[in-house]
């Protein structure tokens, strides 16, 4: 066979892989999880967590096991995937460019910004955006209110009595848990699955895009006790922490919420019970996602419905001494991505992604142009074949400083000049900052000129 016939016949191909994929497609479920670490899934190699819905959408989809978030907290991450902007919510939002396309779009829960606990107790839109949506529901639940166990673990408080409950706006709502006798059926999240599935069965024969947004893991670490039976506190494992492990971290570089600082330091077995907690909540919003997928298969919709799982950030557990999100290391813009869509083979890749890249990508997947404001790229070819990949590098922000992630590297550049420069493949804890070693300023020099080309493009007005 020559050259010239092997080209026509993978023109074919590819045609009629782009006319299968343009025939099947009509509809989108976005998914997102809230505060989610990838390391904590099943289907990201965790070895404890229980996720096996997630697990079942993983083997039917694409993984994706080095995609990026571009905001470091749940705003700016929101506001930038929904947009396919780095920074600030300028042109069309995804939602309203797929209604301007004939689909009918709506909410379930937190997509952009809500303040969990305050918003999910008010059942208020936080900085919901109308002209994403033709219609939407919010989700309410009492959350650290709920009655049950109450511990604020950096407190070393136990409790199952209602008054006094670390709640919206208080200093240490970020270390509460509550367990309780039920079915979890008052929760946010089984409202935001229930509600989701009632959409499916009433939108199944004109084509939708439906939003919903879990707010689970996202503190308070609110579940029925039948999921916090699962991970006895006593068998959770602690991240290692290196001694004088932050000697090398500039300040710039490090969490403002510490296991110092807030006081769990004093208690191993409460750092126990927050990633039991954690990984409690996470199982049962897998639970949740599993209807989803459920009703799907029940509406035979899953041959025309493309699914994105995603979270708007990774989290914090201990490691470095660290907790929460809204910094640069890499289990806080780390974050899962799974993409299954009719007509393309599942699998995983290590091809660098960023959020968002999700909305050019739902573009190519619907066959509808790309709006011009996009700046994401389409993570189609890779959907493909997984060892293609658009991106060389990811971008990150947080504050006015920017990380930058390769193959190889993980690069940061803070606001007042302080650097952080880690040698992923040799040390991918992030325990030894490689900055201001002389045999990698080569690399360091490179990396900070491959970031000022991403600044550059990603900061246009």
């Not at 009492?142 to 604020?152: D, F, I, R």
């Not at 990984?279 to 209807?291: F, N, P, R, S």
């Not at 189609?380 to 193959?407: I, M, W």
């Amino acid at each position: 066979m020559t050259k010239h016939i092997r080209i026509i016949i993978s023109l074919c191909l590819f045609g009629s892989l782009e006319t299968s994929i343009a025939e099947q497609i009509k509809n989108v479920l976005l998914i997102v999880s809230d505060d989610l670490k990838a390391s904590s899934l099943g289907c990201y190699g965790n070895k404890i967590c229980k996720t096996p819905n997630l697990d079942r959408l993983a083997a039917n989809g694409m993984v994706f096991e080095r995609a990026y978030c571009q905001g470091t907290w749940c705003a700016p991450s929101r506001l930038s995937f929904m947009h396919s902007r780095y920074q600030r919510g300028d042109g069309e939002n995804m939602g309203s460019y797929f209604r301007s396309q004939g689909m009918h779009s709506a909410r379930v829960g937190k997509i952009y910004h809500m303040r969990v606990p305050g918003d999910i107790i008010a059942g208020t839109d936080g900085q919901d955006i109308p002209s994403t949506w033709d219609e939407k529901f919010n989700t309410k639940g009492q959350e650290a209110h709920t009655p049950g166990n109450y511990a604020c673990l950096n407190q070393n408080i136990f409790t199952d009595k209602p008054e006094n409950r670390e709640s919206t706006g208080m200093a240490h709502r970020m270390f509460v848990s509550v367990d309780y006798n039920g079915d979890g059926s008052d929760q946010p999240d089984w409202k935001a699955a229930e509600k989701t599935v009632e959409l499916l069965k009433k939108h199944k024969d004109k084509p939708f895009f439906i939003a919903t947004g879990f707010v689970r893991p996202h503190y308070p670490s609110v579940a029925p006790s039948k999921y916090f039976d699962k991970y006895p506190f006593q068998k959770m494992p602690l991240p290692r922490v290196p001694e004088n492990d932050l000697d090398d971290i500039p300040r710039a570089g490090q969490a403002k919420m510490t296991s110092q600082k807030s006081g769990i330091a004093k208690w191993p077995d409460n750092q126990r019970r927050m990633w039991a907690a954690y990984y409690a909540t996470v199982t049962y919003m897998d639970e949740q996602l599993g209807k989803l997928l459920d009703e799907l298969e029940r509406l035979e919709l899953t041959n025309s419905t493309a699914i994105v799982f995603l979270s708007d950030h990774g989290y914090h557990l201990g490691e470095h001494n660290f907790w929460q999100k809204s910094n640069l290391h890499e289990e806080v813009t780390r974050v899962p991505v799974i993409i299954s869509a009719p007509g393309l083979k599942p699998g995983r890749t290590q091809s660098l992604a960023e959020l968002v890249d999700i909305y050019p990508t739902l573009c190519s997947l619907l066959r509808v142009p790309i709006p011009k404001s996009v700046q994401g790229k389409s993570l189609l070819p890779t959907l493909k074949e997984p060892h293609v990949s658009p991106r060389t590098n990811a971008l990150s922000l947080n504050r006015g400083s920017h990380s930058l992630r390769t193959d190889r590297w993980a690069y940061m550049k803070y606001k007042n000049g302080d650097e952080e420069l880690y040698d992923m493949i040799k040390d991918p804890a992030q325990f030894t900052n490689l900055a201001t070693k002389e045999e990698h300023q080569s690399a360091k020099t490179e990396l900070l000129s491959q970031l000022k080309k991403r600044l550059k493009s990603a900061l246009l007005p």
